[in-house]
């Protein structure tokens, strides 16, 4: 990271930041040290953010399609120049490294999505077409939604809530965790740049602020990620507002190796599906079954990767691993590792933090010998620990899988394709994986099951999922 980047980066932190002696102090994940102020805006501020955004609306729309494509591609370009100070900040606040797929990667998403969101076009739909009746489908903006992320992909997440609403011409209020508040607020005054007044707008506040939004009477629309819990009290309030929901909750995601795999081919792919943001990712392996003929094979060899791969301050270009984001996150995984000690699981590589690194950080851990049953598979680590379970019978295997009430990802590891593909249906899960998880593309719809929410995301569905529905019905063609 060179010094102009830094200096960059700071330049645009006065820019979104609280003057000072107001706000409140962010740290660094890995140095704990403030890096910045965010602005605490009140209820009172949210309102006049969201009466702002209903009135720029309707002009917004009425741009028409081909107006909006060139401003999103302009905003694309627009995070593309910033790209460096936008990722140094993202390090320094959410904790993820530069390199690797962490920093660089995810600022470098964001422009991808938004020009897939530009070039993608939601085609009305043709329903009847005889003599009789012509009818047909429209989509057209839904209005003013609320975009409410959480801290483990603070930008990525959030371009995938404005970047299709504001391609279908609706405006956005867009409401960051109070975890990664700076990182959002700087890509959206980078994507302000270029967008009119009052389609985008970025507030940040603490939970209150989150819950005034999502009931907001003229919020039409949510798109919510993040935990569970928060998206059953923003189904309770869609009560009031009637708002349509897309919610992106937490997971659990199951892995399944398959007999005969070869564990040296997918030791990889398997760590990084795990321990990619340092295990805080939404759809990242969280619990790996894998058949006794390769069980230690496959332990021996995630082991090796985890005890060899660099960790520390995310600025360093060295290091691909970096701190958890938060101590309550570092407390979690802390918690579920002790228990699994306890319960009889064995330390294979890490289990404890790392103290000499700084405050937050946890050894890339590896669990074998775990029942099933143990806190650390049942319950979302959400961090660098990965639970090993040894089974002999894939249908126990399976029921193991799908035994939980959650269903974001799920992956299936197999050195034959047919098996591979034969057996990845039986996952009860949004997306599941042929040897490999979490990968996205932004043409591919991406969503959960059960308690993980429901609502698509990505390519033409995602389009779908912030618009409204018109049905147009006239006389048939001889009528
Ligand atoms: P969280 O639910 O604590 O917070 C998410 C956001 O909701 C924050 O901006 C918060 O301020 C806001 N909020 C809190 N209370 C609210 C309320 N009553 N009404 C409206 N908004 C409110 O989640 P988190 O801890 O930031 O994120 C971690 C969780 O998110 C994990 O469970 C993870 O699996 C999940 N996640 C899911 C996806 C996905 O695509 N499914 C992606 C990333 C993270």
Not at 164 to 173: D, E, K
Not at 255 to 261: H, K, R, S
Not at 268 to 277: M, P, R
Not at 412 to 431: H, I, K, L
Request: hydrophobic letters at 45%; a negative charge; one cysteine or more.
């Amino acid at each position: 990271m060179s010094d102009s980047a830094a200096s960059a980066a700071a330049a645009l932190l006065d820019r979104i930041q609280a003057p000072a002696g107001s706000g409140r102090d962010i740290p660094d994940a890995a140095t704990r040290e403030t890096i910045g102020r965010a602005p605490v805006h009140s209820v009172a501020e949210l309102d006049d953010a969201v009466a702002r955004a209903k009135a720029a609306q309707p002009a917004w729309e009425a741009l028409g399609h081909e107006k909006r494509i060139e401003l999103l591609l302009a905003a694309a370009d627009a995070i593309d120049a910033n790209a460096e100070s936008l990722a140094y900040l993202l390090s320094r606040e959410q904790g993820k490294p530069l390199n690797g797929p962490n920093a660089r990667f995810e600022v470098g998403a964001c422009s991808a999505w938004l020009r897939t969101n530009a070039a993608t076009v939601l085609e009305p739909q043709v329903i009847v077409d005889d003599e009789t009746l012509h009818a047909e489908l429209v989509y057209k903006a839904a209005g003013v939604v609320a975009a409410i992320g959480p801290w483990n992909w603070p930008m990525m997440i959030t371009t995938w809530q404005i970047g299709p609403s504001l391609r279908m011409g609706n405006t956005v209020v867009a409401k960051p965790s109070e975890y990664t508040p700076l990182s959002a607020l700087a890509l959206l005054a980078v994507m302000n740049e270029v967008l009119p007044p009052d389609v985008l707008i970025g507030i940040s506040g603490d939970r209150e602020v989150g819950a005034r939004l999502a009931s907001h009477p003229d919020i039409a629309k949510v798109m919510f990620t993040g935990s569970t819990a928060t998206g059953r009290k923003i189904i309770e309030s869609s009560a009031g507002n009637l708002a349509r929901l897309t919610l992106e909750l937490g997971g659990n995601d199951a892995g399944i190796v398959l007999p005969g795999t070869d564990a040296k081919e997918i030791a990889q792919d398997l760590f990084w599906g795990a321990f990619i943001n340092t295990g805080q990712t939404c759809a990242a392996l969280k619990r790996l079954y894998v058949h006794d003929s390769v069980y230690d094979d496959v332990v021996d060899a995630l082991a090796e990767i985890a005890a060899s791969v660099p960790i520390g301050n995310g600025l360093d270009e060295d290091n691909v691993l970096g701190p958890l984001q938060n101590k309550a996150q570092f407390d979690i995984v802390s918690r579920l590792v002790e228990d699994a000690k306890a319960s009889g699981g064995r330390i294979v590589t890490g289990g404890e933090a790392a103290p000499e690194l700084g405050e937050l950080f946890y050894r890339p851990t590896i669990v074998a010998d775990i029942g099933n049953d143990a806190a650390l598979v049942q319950e979302e680590q959400f961090g660098p620990a990965l639970p090993v379970i040894r089974y002999s019978d894939v249908d126990e295997a399976f029921g193991w899988a799908n035994g939980v009430d959650v269903g974001l990802g799920a992956s299936v590891w197999s050195s034959d394709p047919d098996a591979a593909r034969e057996a990845a249906t039986r996952m009860q899960s949004g997306t599941v994986w042929i040897n490999s998880h979490g990968g996205l593309h932004p043409m591919v719809p991406f969503g959960g099951v059960k308690s993980s929410g429901y609502g698509l995301e990505f390519g033409v569905e995602g389009l779908k999922s912030v618009a409204v529905t018109q049905v147009v019905s006239g006389p048939g063609r001889k009528a």
